[in-house]
């Protein structure tokens, strides 16, 4: 086994050793695919306790609660999962041929995938590490062997990356989901299979082939109305894409914070309405593509939900809104580093079109801040998912430890 072992090792070295002579002239953009979970129909759990589950175990695994890894559960596994009702997702290419995955673009977790609905092809790039691999994802769970194998993004293709074939189960994946590809920071993948160490993403390898010239992922999400599946959204690799926002492209640094500071963690202040109504201090939390809503700490929570006068629906566990006071929400404002950014009254509104998705009633508003599910205090305070980031543009900078957002021309769009 050492000596398998060594002769991948070896194959890895040659491979990523090898750079071509030129880099790409611009970075890479990718269509990313909005998709809602039909099946759901709100007969499954509400979107609040999925996002609270992975927001659990994203903290509880960082603080070294849980362990990932095949080895973790090595008699079986009793963990309650969850399909989610909204991915993105990103056409991956693996093997040679390739076979084409749609994968859930993920800034919380760093490995990549597949197997959760359509079966992982192995083709002559394929090489089988014997080596277990297992993540959990709160909302969601995959275990299977891990394999050395070629990626394409694109036109950019990605050696000997690592692939975990869910070939023993995935569970909590929405049907048009293939996989997840891990963009997070790589230290996210250690422990989650059977060698020690971390798992270089597909960014990190893309990098060290010489593929791109910076270690920079950006991500443009859009609200669209009532499609319930659509490509509306890029993924961008080694850069940005001046196209997709407006105004300045702002950067702060990322949290020092723990447990935040081991995701694409930030600092913020929020406050509401002209009156500047405080709603948390300097806190710190995630930016993250694979939670839906904007999760706020409990005692937070209960400071937005006195400033907007909404109510706990506890069909949906949402808040909610009636009709005739919805004149009466006013803006929400992110204070993160220099620059406040407006989430606009429509913005803190879930698309109407899909109420009946999360259980709710087809004439009613729900809001998109929800419950953490714990006070202030932890180090993990906040959580902007999908529905932040569908208002604005958002740059993870891997190589200087930077996070990046910027408005777009719907960040003030009325849709809802």
Same mark, same amino acid.
Do not use: C, M
């Given at each position: 086994m050492l000596a398998r072992l060594l002769s991948l090792v070896a194959l890895c &070295?040659?491979?990523?050793? !090898?750079?071509?002579?030129?880099?790409? +002239?611009?970075?890479?953009?990718?269509?990313? #695919?909005?998709?809602?979970?039909? #099946?759901?129909?709100?007969?499954?759990?509400?979107?609040?306790?999925?996002?609270?589950?992975?927001?659990?175990?994203? &903290?509880?695994? #960082?603080?070294?609660?849980?362990?990932?890894?095949? !080895?973790?559960?090595a008699d079986g596994i009793n963990i309650p999962v969850t399909n989610t009702v909204l991915e993105y997702t990103v056409s991956v290419g693996v093997g040679t041929p390739p076979t084409q995955y749609n994968l859930v673009v993920d800034t919380g977790s760093a490995n990549t995938w597949v197997g959760a609905n359509k079966t992982y092809v192995q083709t002559s790039s394929s090489i089988d590490t014997g080596v277990g691999v297992e993540v959990t994802y709160g909302s969601g769970i995959f275990r299977g062997e891990?394999?050395?194998? @070629?990626?394409?993004?694109?036109?950019?293709?990605?050696?000997?990356?690592?692939?975990?074939?869910a070939n023993v189960f995935a569970i909590g994946f929405i049907e048009g989901v293939d996989g997840i590809m891990g963009i997070g920071p790589t230290a996210r993948s250690v422990n989650t299979t059977g060698t020690p160490g971390v798992v270089p993403t597909v960014l990190d390898n893309a990098f060290e082939q010489g593929l791109i010239d910076k270690k920079v992922v950006s991500i443009a999400m859009a609200p669209s109305g009532n499609a319930t599946t659509v490509t509306n959204g890029e993924l961008t690799l080694g850069g940005i894409d001046?196209?997709?926002?407006?105004?300045?492209?702002?950067?702060?640094?990322?949290?020092?914070?723990?447990?935040?500071?081991?995701?694409?963690?930030? +600092?913020?202040?929020?406050? /509401?309405?002209s009156a500047d109504t405080p709603i948390t201090p300097l806190a710190a939390g995630i930016v993250d593509t694979g939670t839906t809503l904007i999760l706020l700490a409990s005692d937070y929570y209960v400071q937005y939900l006195g400033a907007t006068g909404a109510k706990h629906d506890f069909r949906t566990g949402l808040l909610t809104i009636s009709p005739d006071k919805l004149p009466n929400l006013q803006s929400l404002f992110f204070h993160i580093g220099n620059t406040t950014y407006e989430f606009p009254p429509d913005a803190q509104i879930w698309p109407r079109a899909f109420n009946s998705l999360i259980g709710g009633d087809d004439d009613q508003v729900y809001?998109?801040?929800?419950?953490?599910?714990?006070?202030?205090? @932890?180090?993990?305070?906040? &959580?902007?998912?999908?529905?932040?980031?569908?208002?604005? /543009?958002?740059? /993870? +900078? !891997? +190589?200087?430890?930077? #996070?990046g957002f910027a408005t777009t021309p719907l960040t003030n769009a009325t849709l809802n």
């Open positions: &070295v040659v491979a990523t050793s !090898a750079k071509p002579v030129a880099l790409r +002239d611009s970075p890479l953009t990718l269509p990313l #695919a909005r998709r809602f979970n039909l #099946a759901s129909g709100g007969s499954g759990a509400r979107i609040i306790d999925v996002d609270q589950a992975r927001a659990k175990f994203l &903290v509880e695994g #960082a603080q070294g609660l849980h362990q990932n890894g095949p !080895a973790a559960r891990e394999f050395l194998d @070629t990626v394409t993004l694109g036109d950019l293709v990605i050696k000997n990356q690592s692939i975990g074939d001046p196209s997709k926002f407006t105004g300045d492209l702002n950067f702060v640094p990322l949290t020092t914070t723990s447990p935040a500071s081991t995701f694409v963690g930030i +600092d913020q202040t929020i406050t /509401y309405g809001l998109v801040i929800g419950n953490l599910g714990r006070n202030s205090g @932890t180090g993990f305070e906040f &959580v902007l998912g999908v529905t932040f980031l569908e208002r604005f /543009y958002h740059v /993870y +900078d !891997a +190589d200087n430890n930077l #996070a």
